[in-house]
């Protein structure tokens, strides 16, 4: 199946810093991604809608300014949380829309984000 | 706005044995999807199954089957033969289709699954 890599898997980080994760598509192109947070023992929350060349689209509730996204190429989307504060603390999935002949998600690994 | 409903926050079933897991959704579209995804204590999510709205033979992978029942707006999970590695978090999951849909998924809130030995 298609694979997608999520970097960093955990990272730790001070409050006040900025944090940036990749969602990388190794072996298909995908013009669209996702981004989610995930609450521990809860669902997926989606935060925004990654699209290549063209402004990502937030869901309602989610600081556009706190949560940077840029999807420069048809491989990679990154999600930059910036000054990052205790409460930003959560796991952070992404995935990507394969447009093969059954249209789906591929989730990347996640990246456990803990803000001291 | 569509909502995805799983009634079922935790379950258990002996190895070996099958067990149903329940998903209802609400929407006024016509042309949908809905999946089934696994995320282990790995957290990475694996898709188990798919079914597109227009088919009305449920899908089946394996030990995994679906019974999808339009109507009711209703889409379980049936697990056979259970496996120790059957053990996770599953969650239902609805996608719009069609030219304008954005494909966000709407995810159910997940059922715990662990399989005894």
């Known amino acids: 199946g298609a694979v997608v890599s999520q970097h960093p898997s955990r990272v730790i980080c001070k409050s006040g810093t900025s944090v940036k994760i990749e969602c990388r598509s190794l072996?298909?192109?995908?013009?669209?991604m996702f981004w989610y947070r995930q609450f521990p023992k809860q669902s997926l929350m989606l935060m925004a809608t990654?699209?290549?060349?063209?402004?990502?689209?937030?869901e309602q509730g989610v600081e556009k300014d706190k949560f940077l996204i840029n999807h420069a190429s048809l491989t990679l989307s990154t999600l930059t949380v910036t000054s990052a504060h205790p409460e930003d603390s959560s796991f952070y999935i992404c995935?990507?829309?394969?447009?093969?002949?059954?249209?789906?998600?591929?989730f990347g690994s996640g990246t456990q984000l803990s803000v001291l | 706005a569509q909502t995805v409903t799983q009634s079922q926050p935790e379950m258990s079933v002996q190895e070996a044995e099958t067990v149903t897991l329940s998903c209802t959704y609400d929407?006024?579209?016509?042309?949908?999807?809905l999946f089934w995804y696994k995320q282990p204590p790995s957290r990475q999510m694996i898709l188990v199954i798919r079914?597109?709205?227009?088919?009305?033979q449920n899908a089946t992978e394996n030990r995994f089957s679906v019974n999808f029942q339009k109507a009711a707006k209703s889409f379980s999970l049936k697990i056979s033969d259970s496996q120790l590695g059957d053990t996770a978090m599953y969650f239902c999951?609805?996608?719009?289709?069609?030219?304008?849909?954005?494909?966000?998924?709407?995810f159910g809130t997940g059922t715990r699954l662990k399989v005894l030995a």
């Open positions: 995935s990507a829309k394969w447009t093969g002949s059954n249209e789906k998600l591929f």
């Open positions: 072996d298909f192109q995908a013009t669209t």
């Open positions: 990654s699209n290549e060349g063209s402004k990502a689209t937030y």
């Open positions: 929407t006024s579209e016509s042309n949908y999807y």
């Open positions: 079914q597109e709205a227009y088919k009305q």
């Open positions: 999951a609805f996608m719009k289709g069609g030219l304008s849909g954005t494909y966000k998924y709407i």
